[in-house]
């Protein structure tokens, strides 16, 4: 989700040679990079670029509810980056997400905010890097994503401080 320049998406998709991937960016120039990388790498059979945002592009049934992992990096704050990536994910899926060094998982994956959209904080990775990994319980409810710019207006949660 936000692929961005290809990070971690080009990574996964030469690292996990066996895996069908979809690298989603909202921005044209950002996608046409993807696919012209993707072209060079010969990689351009099993790695799809959509080019739309989060909130429209998780509407898409095709997209919506088909995916075993999200990886996000640098998407958005965690509310925004929960509301945006459920949809994404199959029942039992993980979200992982990049975040920043230091910082606080617990405070800013509060479970009870998490759970709007049926995802369950599990794990934190911190050292020189962090990561969350969170798990999807069910079923996002179909009012999410809500519609583009909703979700930074209005979070579903709010970030705790310590």
Known sequence: MGSGGGIPGLFLAVSLDYSR??????????????????????????VDVVCERAEVAARVPSLRNSF????????SQ???????????????????VSEPPGGNTELRWPKEGCQKVALLPEASIKNQYSFVKLRMTGTCPD????????????????LKTD
């Open 21 to 46: 991937l979809v690298l989603l960016d909202a921005s044209v120039k950002r996608c046409e990079f993807l696919n012209k990388a993707l072209l060079s790498l010969d990689l351009d059979r099993r």
């Open 78 to 96: 965690p509310p925004i980056t929960a509301e945006c990536a459920a949809p994404f994910l199959q029942k039992d899926g993980i979200l992982v």
């Open 68 to 75: 075993s992992v999200v990886v996000s990096r640098s998407f």
């Open 143 to 158: 009012e999410y994503p809500r519609r583009v710019g909703i979700p930074a207006k209005r979070p579903i949660f709010q």
